[in-house]
Every structure is written in C-alpha cells, then in structure tokens.
C-alpha cells in the first residue's frame, strides 16, 4: 500500500525534473541563437557591400561616401595595430602585478590591491575618454612625444616621425593599455593562485630559489591559462569604441607613424553611422561591424579554450 501511495509522487518528481531540464535546456540555448542571429543579420545587412567591392573592402584605404568608395583597412590595421600596442604594453604590468599578488604580497593587502586593480574594469569608457583628451593628449603632445623623437632620436624610424598632434594611434593604444589591464590581471592571478602548492614544494626542495620557482615552475605551469587572459585582453580591446574615438584623432589614413591620428572600426561607426544617408554607406558600417563582430568571436572563443583548457589540466 505504501509503495502504491508513493508511486504519483515519484512520477511528479520526474515531471518536473524533465520541465526543468528542458527549461535550461533552452535557456542555454538561447545564446548561442542570439549569437547567430546577430552574425546573419549584420552579415546580411553588409552584404551588399561586400558583394560590391570584394576583397578591396578589406585592402583599400579609399574611404569616400561622397563617391560611393569604400575601404575599410585603415580602419582594420588601426584597430589591430592599437590593440597589438596595448597589449605590449598592459601585459607586462598586468603579469608583474599578478604575480605580485599570487607569490609576494602579504595576505592583509592582497584583498584591498586586488580589489582596487579590478576597479579599473568598472570605470565608464567614457571616463577614460575624458581623461585622455584633458590630460593624457596634452602630456603626450607637449611632453612625451617630443621626447622619444628627439631627445631619444626615434624620429630616425618610421614610428616616431611627424608632428606631435597628441590625438593619435599612440594615445588610443595607452588608453587601451590602461583599460584591458585588470582583465588580464584578474585572470592571470586566479590561474597562478590555482597552481597546486607541490608544484612550488617540489622546485624548492630541488634547491631553486623563490624567483626561480616561479620562474620555472609557476608561470611555464600557468601560461596557458596566462596566454587565455592575454587573449581576453585582446577582445576587450578591438571593441572599444568611446575611449578610443575621443583620443584617436579619426583619420582614415594609413601611417607608420604611432604620432598620426588613425582610426578604429569600432571609432568608423561610432562617427558616421548616424551621418550615413545612402543605403551603400550604411552597408559598408555594417560590413565594418561583420568583420570586427568575426575578430572578436574568434579571439573571445579561442580565450575561452585555453581558459578551460588550464582547469582540465588542473583537475
């Protein structure tokens, strides 16, 4: 009699399990579509223009809606050259403080520094935007510029040469450097703090010191979880648009020179979406957004792997 009684209830149990697995289910589901969607509908939107120009929408430097011309590698090459610059730049302070953090800093203080190189991450673009046209612009063009090109004589390459505008490549990619540094912080502390203590035990009681232990045996331990941080880094910064269109200079030029004003394809659209007034224009932003939405999908998923490819190892 008792199992009789018990068995409705069972069966409600399964029920509501299988409603609740499917609830998730798609739920789970639903990004990956939005994702989808979101790839048909800008690649459909640009799809007229890529249609049109083919591959010189990707090698033309020639940006004249005017005449119906358009390329997008100056936009392209500025986003990956400021990026590539920001990451040089961020990743050896974002790892020192890491390992800072992970290896050095007393107990006390790591909690308030971790806290405080976090905060980075929660600032408004924009207000990074602000401070770089009222303080770094003016620091760059007054002070640092006219010093790498002359009293360090880098004017003889490529890279330093020209006028010191402050508005330029080289301002967009310190003010990338600054924002994408707590992200690689972040990541690159939790995957050293998660290498196994024997790891450490085990280069000490070879004999190695504590530079060498984390040399040799934390940091080769974690790179791949490092690298994945890194990587992250490097999405975060080809999407950023306010900060680096109000420092750039937006300039649809192509120039060796880091002093040059340049421009972003995040900056591209950002300036003339609301001005674009032909349907070829506003195809071309859109085939802009396709090809910068493809780079960050790919740098995001490839971040991703090695993320959870570093937690495998460790489990």
């Known amino acids: 009699m008792n199992a009789t009684r018990k068995l409705p209830s069972i069966q409600g149990s399964v029920v509501a399990d299988r409603i609740y697995r499917a609830t998730i289910l798609f739920f789970a589901l639903c990004v ?5 969607l979101i790839f048909v509908e800008i690649g459909r939107a640009g799809w007229p223009a890529l249609r049109q ?4 929408f990707l090698t033309s430097s020639r940006w004249d809606p005017v005449q119906g011309e358009f390329g997008a590698a100056p936009a392209i090459l500025g986003t990956l050259l400021t990026s590539i610059i920001a990451l040089l730049i961020a990743t050896p302070l974002a790892l020192g403080g890491a390992i800072f953090l992970s290896e050095f800093c007393p107990a006390w203080l790591r909690q308030p520094l971790s806290f405080l190189i976090d905060l980075l991450a929660a600032v408004p673009s924009v207000v990074f935007g602000l401070w770089g046209v009222f303080v770094l612009v003016p620091l760059l063009r ?7 090109r002359d009293t ?3 004017g003889v390459t490529p890279f330093f040469t020209g006028p010191a505008y402050g508005p330029s490549v080289l301002a967009a990619s310190l003010i990338l450097a600054i924002m994408v540094l707590p992200y690689i912080a972040a990541v690159s502390r939790e995957v050293l703090m998660a290498v196994p203590r024997s790891q450490r035990e085990a280069a000490l009681a070879l004999g190695a010191t504590r530079w060498e232990t984390i040399t040799g045996a934390v940091v080769p331990y974690a790179r791949t979880g490092i690298f994945g941080g890194i990587i992250l880094g490097l999405g975060r910064a080809l999407g950023e648009t306010m900060a680096v269109t109000m420092v750039i200079g937006n300039r ?23 001005e674009a007034t032909s349907d070829l224009h506003l195809s071309a932003l859109m085939a802009v957004g396709f090809v910068l939405f493809v780079i960050t999908l790919l740098v995001n998923a490839v971040a991703r792997l090695l993320v959870r490819r570093v937690g495998e190892v460790r489990a």
């Open 32 to 36: 990956p579509l939005l994702l989808l």
């Open 53 to 56: 120009f083919g591959g010189a």
């Open 142 to 148: 007054g002070t640092v510029m006219p010093f790498l």
């Open 152 to 154: 360090l004589h880098l």
């Open 252 to 274: 649809h030029e192509l120039s060796a020179s880091l002093f040059a004003p340049g421009y972003t394809m995040a900056s591209l659209i950002a300036n003339e979406f609301s």
